[in-house]
């Protein structure tokens, strides 16, 4: 059971709560209640039903940025084995908003790297919230050209609320890191699959999200900017963000449907915090077909058929 | 569109003289005031300095049309894919509008105008923001406009200039818009790959999405004095800071001392300068 | 020569147990204090923990046939061009006396020792600098004994490990020792574009021309806890700076925190990490 | 005349001191001492001959730091034209200790890099006494990556006591720099020309000088320590340095002897800082020759020599 709970997850925390009561209280008084507890079971499966279909971008937006959703390194311990993390952009520092490193994906070698919030107020501080300084951008450009090296496919994880915006980020050249990679991920000769787990914000999450496959979790987001951001500059009024989430097109299906991303992997119902593991093997399963497939074009039809598709996108 | 882009921006610049239609000066303010250091400018004297402030040299934002006039040799330019006009992919709220009324204030139909012009008698391809047309900012067409640009100049082994002038990614076309700055740095990764000269200069404005992609990947960056320079808005930085930046903060002479920038470059030596750099790259060493 | 340097080595470490020759242990000393935080160890308690200090985890240095003995699996370890015998280019004043004393104390012909061995059964081609003699300084055998290291991998498609200990250039082999730097970067260069993994481990000390060359060139770089890592010695620095440095300046934790190396490993997981390296690198992905 | 005498050049000084009041004197008084002067001024070409031709490494080591002698921006002036200088490592700072831009030599465009020190205390606080940090180097780096795109000859001008030993070089990884520029130089596939025109000191020299051709002006010097670091570390007195300077085959001739150097570029007698239109002269000669052989070679070989070259070093 998770400790944050979503407004609109509230219906099920109340029923979820009299199921429990009630299986309790049969199991104190050694009463048969299976038929009414079984009425209630069913019902809770139907709300939820109900509730994770129906989600608004803005629900989905706040699933997205959940505290609890998994972040890049529950997912390397789900996802790989034999994890190896790797620091440093060999020239200022180490940044643990961005983590990555060499790992297993049944069995075959990869380099991976991602985004990585906290799970609370700790946590947090010591990730910087998920927002990476250009030295976070520098230490992926380098694992993925290490990745290119040994021909070691790249598996990059993306939930990040933006690059930060400190000044010392400007300093160093945070725009610059983030071209860079855009720059060098578009031609590196070796196989790129990109999965945005939580928040796709902005030119942050870009940086780590060019590649052959563009994948999104079904309740992640990704957006050019975010729904709080874009309500201020059109209405001067950051309340309106449930709106500028719609207005955005920010959620995995619409952007499918854009044409924008190349698939949506489902989350058990009631979202990827409420069960990582489940979540985690439908990202194994898709990463596994995804892998088997780039793996057969070679590198230079790759890095062609990378750049066909940014070059059509509008359509043009 | 073409001559009607010019003849509006022949009413500001002086470099190419004589031939502005007198009586439209009427319309145009006679003086106006340096937002710098206060000098009340004659609007004329102004222009015939390419917008600088005689007193400060305070650089006035140029139009793409002004820009163009003050950049490439006289009647070289050729506009390309200026029938490219902007698109609304989401159909977002009010941007139908806002995009009639830019185009409306700025004769343009998105914020980018390229196409072929010379310097100082070389060819080149250049691209030019506009910082009027909803704050420069790069949606569809300023990305496929780019990438055309770049695509023309790898056939062609023409170098490349483009000046940025940009709030950004383009709010109003979502995620279509963040992809342009992935499109055109692959863009710009395939004509470095050819090995072409590429040079990008930063004015006042250049943020955002524009900065954190095609702008700063120039084999050469120039930026014009005092121009705004950085990724994150201002506001945002001191938010997150919650303390007061340095007064140069995301200026063109920050990101030169931070070592981000090749060189500042005033308004009146940038052509010579384009050309120095084109000569220089003119033959093989 | 082999056969003396692992009968020394095996005194040391009990990685490879029994078959010291228990009659030479007399002349060892029984405790040892340590440095760090002066508790007396028992050599032999100390090493069997391969030199780690139980109380602090305090790492002493290495020699180089025991840094061998705890890497590579046994019986595995060949060893490589050990006939190569230190060369004195300048007739240096007072160097080939000196040269003689190190090849003494160490038996060793100068300050490495390369060779192909395993860990956990991958064959790899392993280089370790020799702290004790002329304190690991590069001269020519030192780059020339790594250049051969390197060329064989590049023949062989081996993974290569360095392990680093070392003052910086050997002055007294003048610019040859100095253009060492340039031959052994430009070998590691070579092996990059063979696409063979190289890592290199850093170990107390590695400083000077030592850093400012391979040791720094790694696809991996690991480090062990506490050990001085600098390019400048720590007094020259001092006094450019006239002022007290941080406490951590110069080790491998200012290193980690300045994003200069990928981990620091301690010494009783170096084996397994580095085991899991060549084992994720065994393959192509 | 040069504001800084050195010791050994005072003979010289009062002779030429003495030659210009006699010619003052015969200007004033109306006499004819023509004959008089000819024989000082022949004596003084001998005594220039004899002290210039015999000078000791230590002295040679006092030319090469001579503060007065030309430093890489006096060269870029004298040698080139249409010099662009070019700034930024595009990370993190612009170094003044270590410049570089694009120019023309004899109407070809080349790449130039070199250390500046200062002609005087202000300029040398300024230009860090010639002393790069890590910037420098990486500027230097993304220069000649650039020359390499373009097909452009490096001229690399070497003169600085070394890299900088300060507590941010460190944290910036000099060493890191350094290393980098000797792998990249190494293999760049473009040519490269070095040149020592002052003082070649240690790694913050080689960092600009791994090359094609490696050559030293007469009075200029390339060590892996100061003479008197040596002499510290040796006999614990640097005082000792002369001794050091000896031992330590510093000179160009010594090093050309000793098949470190491809050549010695002359200076005109008196040294680079008493006529620095002439040395410059002298190297652009050298540099004509070298570029015309080293464009005939394709990219591949030219690599492909310049690592033998490295190979070769110790004669193994
Ligand atoms: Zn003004
Ligand atoms: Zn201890």
Sequence with gaps: ?316 | MLKDLFRKQKRYITVQPGTAPEHEEEKEPLWIKCPDCGEILYVRELEKGLKVCSKCRYHFRLSAPERIAATVDDNTFQELDGDLKAVDPLSFPAYRSKLSSAEQETGMRDAILTGQGAIEGRPVLIGVLEPNFIMGSMGCIVGEKITRLVERAIKSKLPVILFSASGGARMQEGVFSLMQMAKTSAAIARLHEAGILYVSVLTDPTTGGVLASFATLGDIILAEPGALIGFAGRRVTEQTLKEKLPPDFQTAEFCFNHGLIDLIVPRNEMRQILAQILSLHSERG
């Design chain 1, 1 to 316: 059971m998770p400790n944050v709970i979503l407004d609109f997850e509230k219906p099920l925390l109340e029923l979820e709560n009299r199921i429990a009561e009630l299986k309790q209280y049969a199991g104190d008084k050694g009463i048969d209640l299976a038929a009414e507890i079984n009425i209630l079971e069913n019902r809770l499966r139907e709300l939820k039903k109900e509730i994770y279909e129906n989600l608004t971008p803005w629900q989905r937006t706040q699933l997205a940025r959940h505290p609890e959703r998994p972040n890049a390194l529950d997912y390397f311990n789900l996802l790989f084995t034999d994890f190896l993390p790797l620091c440093g952009d060999r020239c200022y520092g180490d940044d643990p908003a961005l983590v990555g490193g060499i790992a297993r994906f049944e069995g075959v070698p990869v380099t991976v790297i991602g985004h990585v919030k906290g799970h609370n107020t700790k946590e947090n501080l010591a990730r910087n919230f998920g927002m990476p300084n250009p030295e976070g951008f520098r230490k992926a450009l380098r694992l993925v050209q290490q990745a290119e090296k040994f021909q070691r496919p790249v598996i990059s994880l993306v939930d990040t609320p933006g690059a930060y915006s400190g000044a010392g980020a400007e300093e160093r050249g945070q725009a610059w890191a983030i071209a860079n990679n855009l720059f060098a991920f578009s031609r590196l000769k070796t196989p790129i699959i990109v999965i945005i787990t939580g928040e796709g914000g902005s030119g942050g999450a870009l940086a780590l999200g060019v590649g052959d496959v563009l994948l999104m979790l079904e309740n992640s987001i990704f957006s050019v900017i975010s729904p709080e951001g874009c309500a201020t500059i059109l209405w001067k009024d950051s309340q309106r963000a449930p709106e500028a989430a719609s207005a955005l097109k920010l959620t995995a299906s619409e952007l499918l449907s854009l044409g924008l991303i190349d698939g949506v992997i489902p989350e058990p119902l009631g979202g990827a915090h409420r069960d990582p593991k489940g979540t985690a093997d439908n990202i194994r399963a898709e990463i596994r077909q995804r892998l088997q497939e780039l793996r057969q074009i070679d590198a230079e039809q790759l890095v062609a058929a990378r750049w066909s598709r940014l070059r059509r996108i509008c359509g043009f």
